[in-house]
């Protein structure tokens, strides 16, 4: 059962499950909370897992604004963290919610125990990145969510689980289908207007994680290891897309679990 709250000015709805230290998990463009359903349990027996709706999707509010930025979402996460009373948190971002754990991290460092990317990178969008940004927008603008998203969901798992787990695609798809449309557009705009932020990872007080798939077709290991520092933990895990939650989600949780008891 989701709850809801009003943070920075709009509903925000959330997951939250189990006791002890807090832990917040961001999901990734055309996602959800439920992007976790696998991994809060399990990660729930050991800490407070709180997973939110992004702005613009899942059953959050879309609000009106011509993009939504990186750091308007850390905002609300700040909001967030406002109204739980939560002073420090350790904080995990999928893809999309890597880069808004990273504008949080550069405004809000006291307010993170700890951090991590997952299939995520510091880097911006190359050109390469911004057109593709344009052809989403221009995809959900002219055609609509369904036939976005039918492209996109099947190039974030890897390539044999495309067809041995037809389930998750699917339901990765019916989240997707459920984004509002102009969530996904603001988002992706916002997306494409991103900096980089490869100096919040070098000058980090807080330990770091940077998880990535050995099998990840958007973001390379290149990319989502692009410091190594000795508070930063990097971890490959094998036979993995960019969507381990679903993929191996309890390698996943261990992995977590594993940074956090450090």
């Not at 027996?45 to 750091?71: C, T």
């Not at 289908?177 to 900096?195: L, S």
């Amino acid at each position: 059962m989701k709850k809801q709250m009003i943070a920075n000015g709009i509903k925000l709805a959330y997951q939250e499950a189990g006791s002890g230290a807090p832990v917040l998990l961001l999901h990734g463009f055309c996602g959800s909370s439920a992007y976790w359903e696998e991994v809060i349990p399990l990660l729930g027996q050991h800490y407070r897992v709180i997973a939110p709706d992004l702005r613009g999707h899942g059953d959050s509010d879309a609000p009106d604004g011509e993009f939504y930025g990186m750091e308007q979402f850390a905002e609300d996460l700040l909001a967030l963290l406002d109204q739980l009373k939560l002073d420090q948190v350790s904080l995990f971002g999928h893809s999309l919610g890597g880069y808004i754990t990273l504008a949080f991290a550069e405004k809000y460092p006291k307010r993170l125990r700890a951090f991590g990317l997952i299939h995520s990178t510091a880097y911006p969008d190359d050109e390469q990145g911004k057109a593709g940004r344009d052809k989403a927008v221009q995809t959900i603008e002219q055609q609509g969510m369904e036939p976005f998203i039918d492209g996109l969901i099947p190039r974030l798992f890897a390539p044999e689980h495309v067809q041995t787990m037809p389930d998750a695609v699917e339901q990765a798809k019916q989240i997707g289908f459920a984004t509002p449309a102009e969530g996904a557009i603001r988002t992706a705009k916002g997306m494409k207007h991103r900096i980089d932020r490869n100096h919040v990872l070098r000058s980090a007080h807080t330990p770091v994680l940077l998880l990535a798939g050995e099998q990840d077709q958007i973001i390379s290991r290149q990319k989502s290891f692009s410091v190594a520092s000795p508070h930063i933990r990097q971890v490959l895990l094998t036979a993995v897309g960019h969507m381990s939650m679903y993929e191996a989600p309890e390698k996943l949780t261990e992995e977590l679990a594993t940074f956090l008891a450090e």
